[in-house]
């Protein structure tokens, strides 16, 4: 089966730096996406990990293991638009090659405080 | 900048009525993805194409719901007849398929149903 866990809520003060986890059991994996999403908004894509270690790509980095089945998006000098919800997407690859799919999570939603 | 259209952005309906949502992917993109987003969750798989194909269903109420894509470019979704728990947002999302993977999926705006 396939199962997406990261924390509901979360909340972090302006200009600090905020972690948010995710952990994943999928039938196959070829790699986990972190999408920003604002509130009445569509998705919009942050980063991408098929190969263990860290991405980092200015403010956000995002951080993988295949093993472990856990991945991390920091986000560093928290501003007030970071406000959003993040979700974590893996890549479920079957054996079947045109079939994979791309799984969300529930999305974890941060609060920034001024 | 390139982008995946959709129509309408809002839609109120009446339960048992029908109801399409019509999407246009990003040019050259051979895989869209119809999602199903409820308020506070993630977006929900409801069917995936690759050009014309239908690659996954599985989580599709058929009973209900039909998603068509007979060009292999734009596609439509249907709801009929619509029910209060379908009240959600509908997502299309389309991605290149490059050696046999598809890349990150873009999003459309959305179509955000009502139904009372």
């Known amino acids: 089966g396939q199962n997406i866990d990261q924390p509901t809520e979360m909340t972090a003060t302006e200009g600090a730096i905020v972690q948010i986890n995710c952990t994943y059991q999928?039938?196959?994996?070829?790699?986990l996406f972190w999408y920003q999403q604002h509130a009445g908004e569509a998705p919009t894509f942050l980063s991408y990990?098929?190969?263990?270690g860290l991405e980092e790509k200015g403010r956000f980095s995002s951080f993988l293991s295949r093993s472990k089945g856990y991945s991390y998006l920091l986000l560093k000098e928290l501003q007030m638009k970071d406000s959003a919800s993040y979700l974590c997407?893996?890549?479920?690859?079957?054996?079947?090659?045109?079939?994979?799919?791309?799984?969300f999570g529930k999305g974890t939603r941060l609060h920034i405080l001024p | 900048e390139a982008e995946v259209a959709q129509s309408p952005r809002y839609k109120i309906t009446e339960k048992s009525q029908a109801v399409a949502f019509w999407c246009d992917p990003i040019?050259?993109?051979?895989?869209l993805y119809w999602y199903r987003q409820i308020l506070g969750q993630g977006p929900e798989l409801l069917v995936q194409?690759?050009?014309?194909?239908?690659?996954?269903d599985s989580q599709l109420p058929k009973d209900r719901f039909s998603a068509e894509r007979l060009k292999g470019v734009d596609s439509t979704l249907k709801i009929q007849p619509a029910e209060l728990g379908d009240s959600a947002m509908y997502l299309c999302?389309?991605?290149?398929?490059?050696?046999?993977?598809?890349?990150?999926?873009?999003f459309g705006q959305g179509t955000r149903l009502t139904v009372v």
């Open positions: 990990n098929v190969l263990d």
């Open positions: 999928t039938s196959g994996f070829n790699g």
């Open positions: 194409f690759q050009d014309e194909s239908v690659v996954d």
């Open positions: 997407a893996v890549r479920d690859d079957p054996p079947s090659k045109r079939d994979d799919k791309i799984i």
């Open positions: 999302a389309s991605s290149l398929y490059i050696e046999n993977r598809a890349t990150e999926a873009f």
């Open positions: 040019s050259g993109h051979a895989t």
